[in-house]
């Protein structure tokens, strides 16, 4: 079985952060393999870094950014097919947290529909624009629900699932560096997109202690024997809610036995086969753990875990494509395709480079697709071991570069902390 999407007719978009699967691949084909980014379609001049991914519905691409120079956030509609400027939005002023020198608030992506494109940022404004720029909703998550407590600025991309946003908010019960509270909750929260209104808010408590409280994932779908569960990770689990109320359906853990508490989880859940993936931090193993069970799960529901020598990410969120995981593991510098019943590694391939690598791969055409913090842009084969070629996309001392690479409509769109990049087939090159 696989992930229901929200726009199921329009598969060429890619509507949410892991795309129209919510797997972080795409059925688009004839895509480029090689390509020189003097040559591309269109690039746009960025105001500032982020790690917001491009977000595509038909003609429109929509991303969050901040503006450097007067330090503000802002929501950006760009133009598919000629990179013009549609609208651009002010969404409020600052555009870091004091000591973080890593990350800014338009880390999270934007996920849109066919009417609205909601933006959420990591001081907790959460916003709705319709397509035409004109704002329809507006709410800040910390003013309602405290300040988020973490070691590091807030991230996570909410999901767009039948008819709702969730969020998840997974912290910690303390304060940090002065921001949260003494008791502070873990969350999910369910958002009726056309109003912004709080549909209802579901408690995930968990017994991990310190930053290990923390994780910087996005909750996904997962359809299994008829049922749905929206999978979240972190706090040393791996849960499953039911879509309607948000109600625990299971729960496994733990990744972390040993307690670790500075083990924050950043990648997101993935799942096929009957086969729910959590990755352990820190270079340790990722766990597969098997769906469609109910209540407290103990480790007779692993199916599998990694050999974490070989297989492990500590950042990169999976991806599926044709019925296998693929794992970049960021630690070990390759990526593995892996059969995801029985965790067997069908093959590695090293990762050129020595930028640190933190982007999600994308594959879709035969093609894996991720880029690294300085702007090199690695395609490997997703049928072999075989780096298909890496290309410079970055501009002198870019770094930090965390954006995931969209594809949609035949087209890629790659985001360096300086610019946008439309890459077509017109973009491509012969040989080289």
């Known amino acids: 079985m696989t992930a229901l999407s929200t726009l199921p007719a329009l598969a060429a978009d890619w509507s949410q952060w892991r795309g129209p699967n919510f797997n972080g691949s795409s059925p688009e084909k004839g895509l480029p393999a090689h390509w020189s980014k003097d040559k591309a379609v269109w690039s746009l001049d960025m105001a500032?870094?982020?790690?917001?991914?491009?977000?595509?519905?038909?003609?429109?691409?929509?991303?969050?950014?901040?503006?450097?120079?007067?330090?503000?956030?802002?929501?950006?509609?760009?133009?598919?097919?000629?990179?013009?400027?549609?609208?651009?939005?002010?969404?409020?002023?600052?555009?870091a947290r004091g000591g973080d020198q890593m990350s800014n608030f338009a880390s999270p992506s934007p996920v849109v529909d066919d009417q609205r494109a909601f933006f959420f940022y990591g001081n907790g404004t959460l916003?709705?624009?319709?397509?035409?720029?004109?704002?329809?909703?507006?709410?800040?998550?910390?003013?309602?629900?405290?300040?988020?407590?973490?070691?590091?600025?807030?991230?996570?991309?909410?999901?767009?699932?039948k008819n709702k946003l969730y969020l998840e908010i997974l912290q910690r019960n303390e304060p940090v560096h002065g921001k949260g509270k003494q008791g502070a909750e873990s969350f999910l929260l369910a958002i009726d997109p056309m109003t912004g209104k709080t549909l209802w808010k579901q408690l995930r408590p968990n017994d991990a202690v310190a930053e290990a409280k923390e994780a910087y994932s996005t909750p996904m779908p997962y359809e299994y024997k008829g049922r749905t569960d929206i999978l979240i990770t972190g706090g040393d689990c791996l849960t499953g809610s039911d879509p309607?109320?948000?109600?625990?359906?299971?729960?496994?853990?733990?990744?972390?036995?040993?307690?670790?508490g500075h083990w924050r989880l950043v990648p997101s859940p993935i799942a096929t086969a009957g086969i729910a993936l959590v990755c352990a931090p820190k270079g340790d193993p990722i766990y597969a753990i098997?769906?469609?069970?109910?209540?407290?799960?103990?480790?007779?529901?692993?199916?599998?875990?990694?050999?974490?020598?070989?297989?492990?990410?500590?950042?990169?969120?999976?991806?599926?494509y044709e019925a296998d995981f693929f794992i970049l593991s960021d630690g070990r510098r390759n990526l593995s395709r892996v059969d995801p019943t029985t965790g067997a590694v069908k093959w590695t391939v090293e990762v050129p480079g020595r930028?640190?690598?933190?982007?999600?791969?994308?594959?879709?055409?035969?093609?894996?697709?991720?880029?690294?913090f300085g702007g090199e842009v690695t395609v490997a084969s997703a049928d072999k071991p075989e780096i298909i070629d890496t290309i410079a996309m970055g501009e002198p001392g870019d770094d930090k570069i965390r954006s995931t690479i969209s594809v949609a409509h035949g087209q890629l769109f790659v985001r360096t902390n300086k610019k946008?990049?439309?890459?077509?087939?017109?973009t491509g090159v012969a040989s080289r």
């Open 48 to 95: 500032g870094p982020s790690a917001s991914t491009p977000i595509i519905l038909g003609d429109h691409l929509f991303t969050s950014t901040v503006d450097e120079r007067d330090k503000t956030l802002h929501a950006l509609c760009v133009d598919r097919k000629s990179g013009k400027v549609l609208w651009d939005n002010k969404t409020g002023d600052g555009i």
């Open 127 to 161: 916003v709705a624009f319709d397509h035409a720029g004109k704002e329809l909703w507006n709410r800040s998550i910390t003013k309602e629900y405290g300040d988020f407590a973490f070691q590091w600025t807030f991230s996570s991309t909410p999901l767009l699932f």
């Open 244 to 260: 309607e109320t948000g109600k625990e359906i299971w729960r496994w853990g733990t990744y972390n036995p040993q307690k670790i």
């Open 290 to 320: 098997k769906a469609g069970k109910t209540g407290t799960l103990d480790d007779s529901a692993i199916a599998w875990k990694s050999d974490q020598r070989v297989v492990s990410s500590d950042v990169p969120t999976p991806a599926v």
């Open 355 to 372: 930028k640190k690598l933190e982007g999600s791969p994308t594959v879709a055409d035969g093609k894996v697709y991720f880029m690294n």
């Open 420 to 426: 946008l990049f439309c890459i077509g087939k017109e």
